[in-house]
Each structure stands twice: as C-alpha cells, then as structure tokens.
C-alpha cells in the first residue's frame, strides 16, 4: 500500500511569487491535513480537508490557500511569497472524519530567497 | 487553549540505557495522544497512539507510553536504546471536534552516544 506522497521534495522560489504544493493521501482516505514546520514556530496546523471541504483552518494569513479534489488528492498554494515562508511543508493523510492516526508524506521543502 | 509541552529540547543517552520522553498537554476533554518521531529531513512516523482504555500502550520499535490523567502526561519510554533511535520526537493532542487536527510539542531530540 502505498503511502502519502508529497510532491515536489524540494522547491525554491523568490520572494513575490506563488507555489502550489501537492499532496496524494493513502488509497482510500478522505481527510488531509497541512502543516508548516519551521525552527522557530515548530509544527503548525494550516488547515485539513475532508470531502473537498475545508472544515479547519489554522492562523495563518489568507495567502495560504488550498483546496481537495474529488480523487482526496490536496494541493496548497501560497501566493505572494515572503522569505519567513521557507519552511517543511507536510501533508497528513487519515482514514475518517474524525480524529485518527494521521500518516504523513515526506514533506515539501520550500525555500524562498 | 490546547497546548503540549515538551520540556526537554535535547536529551543524550548511552547506547543501550532506558529512555524516557516527557510530554505533557492542557486540554479540557479526554485527549487523544500521539508520539511521532522524525529524522532528519523527513516526515513524521507514528510510533503510537492513545485513545482510550489501558493506559499503557504499545509502539512500534520497542517503544511504550502511559497515560497518566491526574498528571496530564504522556511520557514516552524504551527500555534499551539503539543508535538507529536519535532523531526528534515529537508528542501531539488531537483535538476531539469533530476533524483531523493535531497540536505538537516543540519536539524532543535524542541524541545517541556509544
């Protein structure tokens, strides 16, 4: 079984840009879940699908979006790029709506200069 | 708020010596309680999980937890560490709404010496 996989690993970009970020959960679940790992913030939710809803979303600022199809794959995207966005990007993949394990990809390691 | 405390940033154990993570958390209902361990440039692994039930509960790689409800812990123990086990562990609350969120600690990492 395959397990979530996060495309691509590695990224960089310049400050102003936007980037879209790819996230293919596990055969069969539903919910997928961003978040931001930094150094000095450590691990942030950033907002969960289930269904092709948003049903959370965490305090980041509106230039964080992201959005689930019809097949549970998830992108992010993140417009207007600033240099405190460089950060592992991680997606969660779970089986149900509610709380479960979560299993996470490897991460996309965005880079912004 | 939720929140989850970690409060060792760094720990250093010999090869072969116990371990024990600490790991307390603030939530008002029953928690549900993860331990995850990374290494370096990778994702998250799930090395266990509590829901409900027997208080101590099995992980993958020999590890185990216990719940301890009057002292909102979680603390993640090994009874003989292996070098292959420094990496940055991290104990997470998910949040029980209704939705997948988790809220980590700040993550502890493990150094192994010979």
């Known amino acids: 079984k395959a397990g979530v996989t996060q495309t691509p690993r590695y990224l960089i970009k310049t400050r102003g840009q936007q980037v879209t970020l790819s996230c293919s959960p596990i055969?069969?679940?539903?919910?997928v879940s961003w978040y931001q790992q930094t150094p000095g913030q450590g691990l942030q939710f950033l907002f969960e699908y289930f269904s092709e809803t948003q049903r959370n979303k965490g305090n980041f600022p509106g230039r964080f979006s992201g959005r689930q199809f019809s097949n549970s794959r998830s992108e992010m995207n993140v417009s207007t790029l600033e240099l405190g966005d460089s950060a592992l990007y991680l997606c969660?993949?779970?089986?149900?709506?509610?709380?479960?394990?979560?299993?996470f990809g490897q991460g996309t390691r965005l880079t912004v200069v | 708020a939720q929140s989850v405390t970690q409060p060792d940033i760094h720990i250093t154990v010999s090869e072969g010596a116990s371990l024990e993570l600490r790991c307390n958390y603030s939530y008002g209902a029953t928690p549900y309680l993860f331990w995850y361990v990374q290494s370096p440039g990778q994702g998250l692994q799930l090395l266990l999980k509590y829901f409900s039930g027997d208080t101590l509960v099995q992980g993958i790689k020999g590890f185990e937890a216990e719940f301890k409800r009057s002292q909102s812990s979680f603390n993640l123990r090994k009874p003989s560490v292996h070098w292959s086990d420094a990496a940055e562990y991290f104990c997470?609350?998910?949040?029980?709404?209704?939705?997948?969120?988790?809220?980590f600690g700040t993550g502890t990492r493990l150094l192994v010496s010979p």
């Open positions: 055969s069969g679940h539903r919910s």
């Open positions: 997470a609350v998910g949040l029980n709404t209704g939705f997948q969120k988790l809220v």
């Open positions: 969660a993949s779970s089986l149900a709506g509610s709380i479960t394990e979560a299993f």
